[in-house]
Structures are given as C-alpha cells and as structure tokens.
C-alpha cells in the first residue's frame, strides 16, 4: 500500500474513532429543522454510515448510486416514527455502530451484491440510524421539521459520499474509495467497542 494513503487511512481513523458520538448526547438539541439537520452531522457514528451509503452506491454505478440514498432516509423516517412512538428497537447503538462497519466494509472489499439485497442491507441499517434519531426528538421540536432537518443532514452526507465515490472511474481513485471503506470500517469498529 503506498506510504501517503495509509498515512490518510490511519489519519483518517482516528478523526472518526476519536470523537464520541455526539448525535447521542442530547447536549443542546433545542428545535426544529437547524436541530434535526445537525443531528446527523455532529454525530462520527453517523456521518461514518451515511458516507458509506454514498460510497457503496457511487461504487456499484447506476441504478444503486441513485437508490441506497433515496432507500435509507425513507427507511430511516419509518424507523424514526417508531422512535417516537416509543417502539422499541433491540441495540439500536450496536446496529448504528455495525452499520459503518459492514458498509464500509462492502466498499473495502468491493462486494457487489444484487441491488435488491444491497437496498435491503441498507434499509436494515436505517432503522437503528432513523430510531435514534426518534428517539432523541426533544419534547419542544417541530416534529415534521425535525424530521425534515434530520432527513436533509443525511441526504447531504450521501451526497458528500457519492461525490467521493465518483472517483471509481480512475484506478488511483478506486483505491482511494476502497481505502476510504477501510477507514469507515475501522471507525464502525471503534464504535462498536464503544456501543457494547
């Protein structure tokens, strides 16, 4: 492996493995849409995941670049309204963690799945992703605003992934985007230990 990309892969995990899940402090969550919007960008665990998405789609080309996007925040809203109604969901924290481990994993190792199998994989991931998010809406929000903040902040990470991930079309910046999968598991591991 060249010197200067595992010196960007070790740079880059520990930036995502040395913060802590700050999405899942309630510090600060006071609103609407600016509330929900941030919710899933100050928190590494999330960040990590919905990157991935955009990655592992960009990745596996046309139609998945354009579906694991749109499959997760739908999903995502559906296990976001079972966190507010107070449904419970086994290891949310855990699934939230191994969802970064497995879909960086997937961009790693190159899998290409099926895209019926890849959308469910990550609709799976959105629950747990969707019910913290639930959960965690504070009593005084706007909901729907939230809700649409929350769905934005994530749209965007994928977008930021996908635009990353477009590098495929080069040999240089497949590795890049495989190094960049690594770096996301790693992270998902780290989180994980955290998680359990």
Known sequence: MNKHLLRGFIL??????????????????????????FHPILGWDH?????????????????????LPV???LV???????GVLGVPVPAVETGIAGSAVVL????????????????ILVGAFAIFHGHAHGTELPEAANAIAYSIGFVV?????????????????????????RAAGGGIALAGMGFLTGAL
């Open 153 to 177: 902040g994530t749209g965007l990470l994928h977008l930021a992934g996908i635009v990353l991930g477009l590098l495929v079309k080069w040999p240089a910046g497949r590795a890049l985007v």
């Open 104 to 119: 960086g994993a997937m961009v790693l190792l190159a899998v290409r799945p099926p895209l019926a199998v890849a959308a």
């Open 12 to 37: 880059l995990f520990a930036c995502l493995a040395s913060q802590s899940a700050l999405a899942h402090s309630g510090d600060g969550v006071g609103g609407g849409f600016v509330s929900g919007f």
């Open 47 to 67: 960040v990590a995941a919905m990157v991935a998405v955009g990655l592992w789609g960009a990745f596996l080309g046309s139609p998945a670049i354009w579906v």
């Open 71 to 73: 499959v997760f925040p």
């Open 76 to 82: 995502m809203a559906l296990g976001g309204a079972m």
